[in-house]
T-cell receptor, first 112, second 113 residues
Framework: QKEVEQNSGPLSVPEGAIASLNCTYS??????FFWYRQYSGKSPELIMS????GDKEDGRFTAQLNKASQYVSLLIRDSQPSDSATYLC????????????FGKGTRLSVIA | KAGVTQTPRYLIKTRGQQVTLSCSPI?????VSWYQQTPGQGLQFLFE???????NKGNFPGRFSGRQFSNSRSEMNVSTLELGDSALYLC????????????FGSGTRLTVV
């Protein structure tokens, strides 16, 4: 059973702080990793993808991947109240015939 | 360009009835995946279609079925509805199955009473 685990939160951070969201996965052959953001009452929206070990930065967002430890994280710098949402980690084995598996998400609350 | 369109947005059905949900992917996207989202279980994979063929099926009972048409539009059907089928059903499209940067539709909120 391929699993993706996230702390459900809520994770509360003050405005301007760094929010750190973590995700672990069970399938060692996983190759593709994604972070989706879902606002309340809305559908998920892709914000980051990462495929190689290390860091990938995009604006205020940094995704970090460590395949040896089977974890992927998302850092949000200078957190804003508009970042308050549920963040979903998604993983795929890239074996050509497996679906994208989602974690249950971490709810982030940025306090002004 | 137009996004992923799901219809209807909201649906209320009675136990035992059946329902059909529709998804029109982004133009040019040929891969469509369906997910069920509930507060307790999160996003759970239902099906994936590409070029009218089902490539993957999740761990759902046979009451859940789907198909894809030649224009890449997809439908899913749930027969003999149960209270536990109440959920948000999300459709996601991508150009090809190995591109997992999905674009999700707004979803269909199904309530079974």
């Amino acid at each position: 059973q391929k699993e993706v685990e996230q702390n459900s939160g809520p994770l509360s951070v003050p405005e301007g702080a760094i929010a750190s969201l973590n995700c672990t996965y069970s399938d060692r052959v996983s190759q593709s990793f994604f972070w989706y953001r879902q606002y309340s009452g809305k559908s998920p929206e892709l914000i980051m993808s990462i495929y190689s070990n290390g860091d990938k930065e995009d604006g205020r967002f940094t995704a970090q991947l460590n395949k040896a430890s089977q974890y992927v994280s998302l850092l949000i710098r200078d957190s804003q109240p508009s970042d308050s949402a549920t963040y979903l980690c998604a993983v795929n084995a890239n074996s050509g015939n497996t679906p994208l598996v989602f974690g249950k998400g971490t709810r982030l609350s940025v306090i002004a | 360009k137009a996004g992923v369109t799901q219809t209807p947005r909201y649906l209320i059905k009675t136990r035992g009835q059946q329902v059909t949900l529709s998804c029109s992917p982004i133009s040019g996207h040929r891969s469509v995946s369906w997910y069920q989202q509930t507060p307790g279980q999160g996003l759970q994979f239902l099906f994936e279609y590409f070029s009218e063929t089902q490539r993957n099926k999740g761990n759902f009972p046979g009451r859940f079925s789907g198909r894809q048409f030649s224009n890449s539009r997809s439908e899913m059907n749930v027969s003999t509805l149960e209270l536990g089928d109440s959920a948000l059903y999300l459709c996601a499209s991508s150009p090809v199955p190995t591109d997992y940067g999905y674009t999700f539709g707004s979803g269909t909120r199904l309530t079974v009473v």
